[in-house]
């Protein structure tokens, strides 16, 4: 049988555990490159394109450098390496890794919700202080979560709040029609109806995609909605929130505070003032690199490629068009 020649394209610092290619020898041969020119000779003959951390410029250039290409995937669960007006509009079909990294961005979110609840900040302080000083904390139980992003993220937040016996209020671009309904969730509401979830939660839990449609879709009028004491948590993209407008809700004490993994700009710039609010929980976009979270995503390529040799449906499969 003809090999499938697949390039990888590799860029930044996360090595790929290209050990766990071996397992595609017999029916892959696979180049890895960070350039066009690492990649131009085997290009001609190349069927499926892993894009692993490359940027969008070297992905672009080498997708039309590939005439034969069957099959595009994206190691990232988030799209904005990976699309681009001539893969929009081919026939190729885009992968990506949702799914992959989903569980621990559920953890993390859960994480977040409790380090409010329990003041956790006030904690540390008052141990680095050497002060006993007592003070009410909060329970989770009965209160509310809002998922703003209702996919395999935000699905993987509402599986580890549900049982904390929170209440869930899930934001779908289309609500399940009747009857079609989901355990976890207690209501759905549209993407029209965002203002009207919000006064309704006491956590907001960001996991939606970042599109032309979510892009700034929290802002003024949104913060202005929540709770005083609502926490906002972001672990989808950062420019779904727009960021002047919640640093201004958490410096005037609109809201209580937020949980962020994600941001418009990263690294975050030095200076920033997210670095010395009390009010803010910072992570440097790592939420979800568990001990095996490279791994996890080369296995699953491998799984997706497998699937691809026999000609059975492959998972994730993106809607271009609309961007996830």
Same mark, same amino acid.
Request: charge should be neutral.
């Given at each position: 049988?003809?090999?499938?020649?697949?390039?990888?394209?590799?860029?930044?610092?996360?090595?790929?555990?290209?050990?766990?290619?071996?397992?595609?020898?017999?029916?892959?041969?696979?180049?890895?490159?960070?350039?066009?020119?690492?990649?131009?000779?085997?290009?001609?003959?190349?069927?499926?394109?892993?894009?692993?951390?490359?940027?969008?410029?070297?992905?672009?250039?080498?997708?039309?450098?590939?005439?034969?290409?069957?099959?595009?995937?994206?190691?990232?669960?988030?799209?904005?390496?990976?699309?681009?007006?001539?893969?929009?509009?081919?026939?190729?079909?885009?992968?990506?890794? &949702?799914?992959?990294?989903?569980?621990?961005?559920?953890?993390?979110?859960?994480?977040?919700?409790?380090?409010?609840?329990?003041?956790?900040?006030?904690?540390?302080?008052?141990?680095?202080?050497?002060?006993?000083?007592?003070?009410?904390?909060?329970?989770? &139980?009965?209160?509310?979560?809002?998922?703003?992003?209702?996919?395999?993220?935000?699905?993987?937040?509402?599986?580890?709040?549900?049982?904390?016996?929170?209440?869930?209020?899930?934001?779908?671009?289309?609500?399940?029609?009747?009857?079609?309904?989901?355990?976890?969730? !207690?209501?759905?509401?549209?993407?029209?109806?965002?203002?009207?979830?919000?006064?309704?939660?006491?956590?907001?839990?960001?996991?939606?995609?970042?599109?032309?449609?979510?892009?700034?879709?929290?802002?003024?009028?949104?913060?202005?909605?929540?709770?005083?004491?609502?926490?906002?948590?972001?672990?989808?993209?950062?420019?779904?929130?727009?960021?002047?407008?919640?640093?201004?809700?958490?410096?005037?004490?609109?809201?209580?505070?937020?949980?962020?993994?994600?941001? !418009?700009?990263?690294?975050?710039?030095?200076?920033?003032?997210?670095?010395?609010?009390?009010?803010?929980?910072? &992570?440097?976009?790592?939420?979800?690199?568990?001990?095996?979270?490279?791994? !996890?995503?080369?296995?699953?390529?491998?799984?997706?490629?497998?699937?691809?040799?026999?000609?059975?449906?492959?998972?994730?499969?993106?809607?271009?068009?609309?961007?996830?």
């Amino acid at each position: 049988m003809e090999k499938i020649t697949v390039l990888l394209l590799r860029g930044g610092k996360e090595e790929p555990p290209l050990q766990i290619l071996a397992a595609l020898r017999d029916a892959a041969t696979i180049i890895v490159g960070d350039s066009p020119g690492a990649l131009r000779a085997a290009a001609p003959d190349a069927e499926v394109i892993f894009n692993w951390s490359g940027g969008l410029p070297l992905f672009r250039e080498v997708f039309l450098m590939c005439p034969r290409l069957r099959w595009v995937h994206s190691r990232s669960a988030g799209l904005e390496r990976s699309l681009f007006p001539e893969l929009v509009a081919s026939e190729v079909p885009l992968t990506n890794g &949702s799914g992959v990294f989903s569980s621990s961005l559920g953890e993390f979110t859960l994480a977040a919700i409790l380090y409010f609840a329990k003041d956790f900040r006030r904690m540390i302080r008052n141990q680095m202080a050497g002060a006993w000083s007592q003070f009410d904390v909060a329970m989770i &139980s009965g209160k509310s979560a809002g998922i703003v992003g209702y996919g395999d993220i935000g699905r993987a937040i509402a599986a580890r709040c549900r049982p904390m016996q929170m209440k869930i209020f899930a934001l779908k671009r289309h609500v399940p029609p009747g009857g079609k309904t989901d355990a976890l969730v !207690d209501e759905y509401f549209s993407s029209e109806q965002l203002r009207q979830m919000l006064p309704l939660c006491d956590y907001v839990a960001v996991a939606a995609p970042l599109t032309p449609e979510t892009r700034g879709m929290i802002g003024v009028a949104e913060f202005a909605a929540m709770k005083e004491n609502a926490v906002i948590i972001n672990v989808g993209r950062g420019p779904v929130i727009d960021e002047s407008a919640m640093i201004a809700a958490l410096s005037e004490g609109k809201i209580r505070g937020a949980a962020l993994d994600v941001f !418009d700009h990263e690294p975050l710039p030095a200076g920033h003032p997210f670095y010395k609010m009390e009010n803010v929980l910072l &992570s440097p976009h790592c939420a979800d690199h568990t001990d095996e979270w490279l791994n !996890d995503a080369m296995n699953f390529f491998v799984a997706q490629f497998e699937r691809f040799r026999r000609g059975e449906p492959l998972l994730n499969v993106v809607n271009k068009k609309l961007g996830y």
